[in-house]
């Protein structure tokens, strides 16, 4: 969301066109009575149970379920605290909860910042937290969604140099993620797509086409055999006042048209020459 009370205009429009059964949510950046006051009601009148946790400051995740929300869990079993700043802090980065039968989890990654970095260590500690929380469940129906700060592959930005020396596309970080043994289903739909979920907002990086994929709808081996259609919703990333993310959707069993035939995603612009 890149701070909710800012993108509720947003948010809530495209709620009401999409009509998802489940939305994961990340870096709502509000405390837990805020949200439940700025947003809460709102998604309450949709027909959503709500789950949030958060603490105000750059994290904050949330769930909210039109199918059922359930056993709602915060963070991760043996989760790392923050090295960086004053003192170490447990930040609010993930929440779980039970869905129509599926373990879900909104997770917001730690970004890194850099390889040479304490908060680099803390990302790779927090994503071993992840997979034992995984683990822990039952790893066939878990459905993990959000801001992985992660690109899987090469592929998956639009300039590997470009990040030579900088977080999200090293080896150890996508070592990480594939360690969580779950299918990425975006990419396991369309495996040769240039797709990408996120864009800065600074030097027309959208417009170009000059993005990453790092936000991931990761799902177990029950769950991924049912995906109908799993697309960007590059649209949402238009228009006045975006996120600079767009978010990631998935069709279980049944696609929008009532078919389980593929919904193609709609295309990024071309590359450009330069």
């Known amino acids: 969301m890149n701070s909710v009370r800012s993108r509720l205009p947003r948010l809530l429009p495209w709620l009401d066109a999409r009509a998802p059964d489940v939305v994961c949510l990340q870096e709502t950046k509000l405390p837990a009575d ?25 994290n904050g995740v949330a769930i909210a379920s039109r199918v059922g929300l359930a056993d709602v869990i915060p963070g991760l079993i043996d989760e790392p605290a923050n090295p960086v700043g004053p003192s170490p802090k447990v930040e609010a980065r993930a929440v779980s909860a039970t869905c ?13 910042r850099s390889p040479d970095d304490p908060h680099y260590r803390y990302k790779l500690d927090w994503l071993a937290a992840l997979r034992a929380t ?20 090469d592929a998956d930005v639009y300039n590997p140099a470009a990040y030579a020396t900088s977080t999200h596309v090293t080896p150890p970080e996508r070592d990480a993620l594939r360690a969580l043994g779950l299918h990425d289903l975006v ?26 994929r790092i936000d991931l709808v990761l799902a177990g081996d029950d769950v991924a055999p049912r995906t109908c259609a799993a697309w960007v ?31 193609v995603p709609p295309p990024s612009a071309g590359r450009r020459r330069r």
Not at 46 to 52: D, S
Not at 100 to 112: D, F
Not at 140 to 146: E, T
Not at 188 to 208: C, L
């Open 34 to 58: 805020a949200f439940d006051e700025l947003v809460a009601p709102a998604l309450t009148e949709r027909g959503y149970a709500v789950a949030h946790h958060g603490d105000g400051r750059w």
């Open 100 to 112: 129509a039968g599926l373990r879900v989890s909104s997770v917001y990654v730690p970004n890194g």
């Open 134 to 153: 995984v683990a822990a469940g039952d790893p066939a129906s878990a459905v993990v969604c959000g801001d992985m700060n992660v690109a899987p592959t």
């Open 187 to 212: 990419r396991e739909r369309w495996p040769d797509e240039r797709i990408f979920t996120y864009w800065d907002y600074r030097a027309g990086m959208f417009h170009q086409d000059l993005g990453m």
């Open 233 to 263: 919703d590059r649209a949402a990333r238009k228009g006045t006042a975006p996120s600079d993310h767009a978010p990631v959707i998935v069709d279980l069993d049944d696609a929008p048209d009532g078919d389980c035939g593929p919904v």
